[in-house]
């Protein structure tokens, strides 16, 4: 059965191991960058690379617009999460009930072959769009979003239109994120008598109990869009050995944020709601790090020309044009803080991201091929 160019496209780019280097089995993101490279050059489009760290450049394709000054940017993300657990051969696309499995086919490949093949078909075409279009392939999002930050510090556009699986929705509002760490420090003894020491596994656990507490009542600050904010104790540790009382605990948390939350406010709540554990005992301490990652909310009004000019392709496409919240956070959130409108839209559903059989709905791939094409000529 023969495949359209952008389904081949996307075949070509899962085939390329683009893990991120923080993980396992990971690499510098060059090879799959100089892939999109060559395939700009090969079709006569604008292009250059952004370096971000060694080896791992953003790549930038410009199709010049009619001179209003407009600019509008197509986003996506050319690392991956890592392999260890899949059940599938990772780099080897396979196409199965119409779906391509493969690491990235979901996240965010497909998204990525579409704008490629849109940018290109608009560069045959030969017609100018109204504004500037950039299709841009960046790195480093699946672990602390560098490509992207370097991108925007000297950006300036009318919209961003951003490749994450939303089912071909268009998600105007998603949430943020701050993680950190929590220790409770005590005071060591030998087990036999461990009324003369201070137990900080103990302590931890009073300290998850209120975080408990804490998590529940959060649940009254439920946004339209994307639901109410999340507390997840991910990680702990503790202690030396059986036979000692533990000097010390830590745990790691991952707090969601809804529209309106700030990072910072959300650590000073969730310090005042743990100064009551301090007690009186002078050997018993908690403490609340600062973050170790910091993303914002996105919110973009819906009677902005991003989402009004997206949904109206959207609807001439015969597709479902209302706007939708997501509950992961993408590279939207950092564009929208620089002072571009953002919306996240792509093929495929976020459930499948990551996972040990990740894979895509190739209709969908190509109804997104369709979808970037006709607003990258469109918008204005």
């Known amino acids: 059965m023969a495949y359209s160019s952008v389904v081949q496209t996307l075949a070509d780019l899962i085939r390329i191991n683009s893990v991120n280097p923080a993980y396992p089995k990971g690499r510098p993101e060059c090879e799959i960058q100089s892939y999109i490279l060559d395939f700009f050059e090969s079709r006569g489009i604008e292009f250059w690379k952004q370096d971000v760290l060694p080896d791992r450049p953003n790549v ?9 000054g407009g600019k509008i940017i197509f986003e996506a993300h050319v690392d991956t999460a890592g392999v260890e657990d899949m059940i599938v051969p990772p780099f080897e696309p396979t196409i199965r009930n119409g779906r391509m499995h493969g690491r990235g086919s979901c996240d965010t490949k497909a998204g990525l072959a579409g704008m490629m093949h849109a940018v290109a078909d608009l560069k045959v075409s030969g017609k100018n769009p109204a504004s500037d279009v950039w299709v ?7 672990y602390s979003y560098r490509g992207v930050a370097k991108l925007c510090e000297t950006i300036q556009a009318s919209a961003a239109v951003v490749a994450e699986p939303t089912e071909m ?17 005590g005071k060591s ?7 003369l020491g201070a137990n900080a596994i103990e302590h931890m656990a009073h300290v998850i109990d209120t975080l408990a507490e804490y998590a529940k009542r959060m649940q009254t600050l439920c946004h339209p869009l994307v639901g109410p904010p999340t507390l997840n104790v991910g990680l702990i540790e503790g202690g030396t050995q059986v036979n000692v009382v533990p000097e010390f605990c830590w745990i790691e948390i991952d707090r969601r944020l809804v529209p309106g939350e700030q990072a910072s406010a959300v650590l000073d709540d969730i310090k005042k709601e743990l100064q009551g554990l301090q007690g009186t005992d002078h050997d018993l301490e908690v403490i609340v790090e600062p973050a170790v990652l910091q993303d914002w909310p996105l919110e973009t009004p819906a009677n902005s020309p991003i989402v009004l000019q997206a949904s109206q392709a959207l609807r001439d496409s015969g597709l479902d044009p209302q706007p939708v919240g997501v509950p ?7 564009f929208s803080m620089a002072g571009v409108p953002s919306i996240v839209m792509g093929p495929g559903n976020i459930a499948q991201a990551h996972t040990e059989d990740e894979f895509v709905d190739l209709d969908q791939v190509e109804k997104a091929f369709e979808f970037y094409r006709r607003l990258m000529t469109t918008f204005q």
């Open 60 to 68: 930038i394709a410009r199709v010049p617009g009619r001179g209003n």
């Open 189 to 195: 003894a030998h087990s036999s008598e461990p009324n």
């Open 328 to 334: 992961f956070g993408s590279d939207a959130s950092k």
């Open 136 to 142: 841009v392939a960046s790195v480093d999002e699946e």
């Open 169 to 185: 929705k268009i998600a105007i509002a998603s949430k943020g994120c701050v993680r950190f760490r929590i220790t409770t420090r």
